[in-house]
């Protein structure tokens, strides 16, 4: 490793409803300046751009660096389901740490259509076909959204083995709203009761609807760079990335007959493990946590699998308020996929600018204080997790 990934800027815009957004190139655009500004460099400084989305033709990430600037450098077009915004700062990090650029962007944007999740060819194997297939012979098949049935029956599956109550899981929701609701960023800023989430429509126990990330639009960027190229633009004491990993499906996913593995239980624990060893540094020295909470029952799930609390510990975790301000580490301080928004390409560059702006002491009203060890959880089915670990000295 010829040197650390230092994180020198960040931007994200607003998410948005489908249909209310601004058109991909523009939110993008958008983003991208913003990072710049952050870190107070030309986009003429930037070596390479690795440019995630998953809904959208070829080339898409060329067509929304374009907006910025036609300085003929590399554009590598990244697709990993939900986790593809932090699989392109993962690519990032080693042109990094590869000496291959001195300064790179990692882009993530989505212009999502309204409704749940569907495929988009039907004529060739679904890459998710494995999991339905699980599913299937666990569970069978309802009229609920695809995903609901897959993490709602990991939720399901969870309470069985550890009496977990349905109202464990609209906790983690009316966290989600009250964390929202001093974020600007958040798209779903209004507090909501255990009682009102509980009330919602129901979707595939336990989900209700308000414990389902919404389809979203937006675009979040970070810029990546050298020691060297930190020191030579006088940039002082940058949050760097400590630990990253990034990991797929294991036999356990489907032999092992659960939806827990199914969902990504054992990715995200093999990832996280990865990222602690790196680092040196465990889970009880992280200070603030962004993990990917699609649903209430994939965060409580997380809770475990980063090592945040032990496993069948994470009611008491949750309703000992372990996972928000005053308790032991801070989970979704932005109000996470559930309350700020799920633009599936921005997603884990949008985590990225909340920690960063965290460990900078820059959060505004919702700032951990003291923080200076940050995690990122970012997963995506068919399968990736990518688990990153921050600092700042």
């Known amino acids: 490793m010829n040197s650390k990934a230092n994180v020198v800027g960040v931007g994200m815009v607003k998410f948005a409803k489908p249909g209310a957004s601004e058109d991909y190139p523009v939110m993008a655009a958008k983003a991208t300046r913003a990072a710049l500004a952050d870190a107070g460099i030309d986009y003429r400084e930037i070596e390479q751009a690795y440019v995630g989305y998953v809904f959208g033709d070829s080339t898409c990430g060329q067509r929304a660096v374009y907006e910025v600037g036609l300085t003929g450098i590399p554009v590598i077009n990244v697709n990993n389901n939900c986790s593809t915004g932090s699989t392109a700062l993962y690519l990032a990090r080693q042109a990094i740490e590869g000496g291959q650029a001195e300064c790179v962007l990692a882009l993530g944007f989505e212009q999502m259509q309204k409704g749940a999740l569907a495929a988009t060819y039907n ?50 929701s009316e966290k989600a709203r009250r964390h929202a609701a001093q974020n600007p960023y958040a798209l779903f800023d209004q507090p909501l009761t255990v009682e009102q989430i509980m009330a919602s429509e129901e979707i595939f126990d336990p989900l209700t609807r308000f414990q389902c990330c919404p389809p979203t639009c937006g675009a979040a960027a970070a810029i990546l760079c050298s020691d060297a190229f930190a020191k030579k633009h006088g940039l002082a004491r940058p949050v760097y990335i400590a630990a990253q990993a990034m990991t797929t499906d294991f036999p356990s996913t489907f032999d092992e007959r659960s939806m827990i593995k199914m969902v990504g239980y054992d990715l995200s624990k093999a990832a ?122």
Request: with cysteine; aromatic share 8%.
């Open 123 to 172: 004529d060739r194997p679904n890459p998710l076909e494995r999991h339905a297939a699980l599913m299937s012979e666990n569970q069978g098949f309802t009229q609920a959204p695809g995903a609901a049935q897959m993490f709602g029956g990991a939720g399901r599956e969870y309470r069985w083995q550890h009496g977990t109550r349905r109202e464990t899981f609209a906790k983690i």
């Open 272 to 393: 996280a493990a990865r990222v602690y060893e790196k680092s040196g540094i465990g889970p009880a020295e992280v200070d603030v946590v962004e993990l990917h909470d699609c649903f209430t029952a994939n965060e409580l799930l997380t809770y475990e699998a980063l090592g945040l609390c032990p496993e069948g510990g994470a009611e008491q975790f949750i309703w000992d308020g372990d996972n928000s301000y005053g308790g032991r580490v801070v989970t979704n301080p932005s109000g996470g996929l559930l309350s700020k928004g799920h633009p599936l390409g921005a997603t884990g560059l949008a985590q990225c600018t909340e920690l960063v702006w965290h460990l900078r002491g820059q959060a505004e009203r919702r700032q951990v204080d003291g923080a200076r060890v940050a995690l990122q959880h970012n997963l995506g089915l068919g399968s990736a997790c990518v688990v990153t670990m921050y600092r700042r000295d």
